[in-house]
């Protein structure tokens, strides 16, 4: 009797933190017609664009831009975004996305980003090399899109340059 309850309440403890598992999803529309969009975190590649990215558990400091082959692993010398997408465990502290052209990254070609599954409609994009919707300093950290909603996804795209 004592195990078989055991066992109930070990897989009731499953199934319960199984259904509240953190995911999330980055999916890529790429507008330009070449290119590759690139999802980095850390030394790794997440992601190259063929079909959505799928990740259990938060996504921390994660970089994305379109490689047009002019671009370094970083993103250096191109229009980059910065994610950390996490169920937000207390006030304020879930996820956060940014467009950054702080040197040495800089305008290469129209990107933004959306978030969907929660705070939809909330994001920003940046079309030419004077967006306000991007980080240029360091210190504009108004620029940084907050959402505090679980299991947040969020979409990325680039587009050609249609500043002149």
Do not use: W
């Amino acid at each position: 009797m004592f195990s078989s309850s055991l066992s109930l309440f070990a897989t009731i403890g499953i199934l319960i933190a199984s259904a509240h598992a953190e995911t999330h999803t980055v999916v890529f529309d790429n507008r330009c017609g070449f290119g590759t969009p690139t999802l980095i975190q850390g030394p790794r590649v997440l992601g190259t664009g063929n079909g959505p990215f799928h990740i259990n558990g938060p996504l921390t400091g994660a970089i994305a831009y379109l490689q047009t082959g002019k671009c370094g692993f970083n993103g250096e010398g191109c229009t980059l975004v910065e994610t950390t997408l996490k169920n937000p465990t207390c006030p304020g502290c879930g996820s956060s996305t940014d467009i950054s052209l702080i040197p040495p990254h800089s305008f290469s070609v129209t990107s933004g980003f959306g978030y969907f599954n929660g705070c939809d409609k909330a994001g920003a994009d940046c079309t030419n090399a004077n967006c306000p919707t991007a980080f240029h300093k360091p210190s504009d950290t108004f620029v940084q899109i907050p959402c505090q909603a679980d299991n947040l996804s969020f979409s990325l795209f680039s587009d050609l340059d249609r500043s002149g």
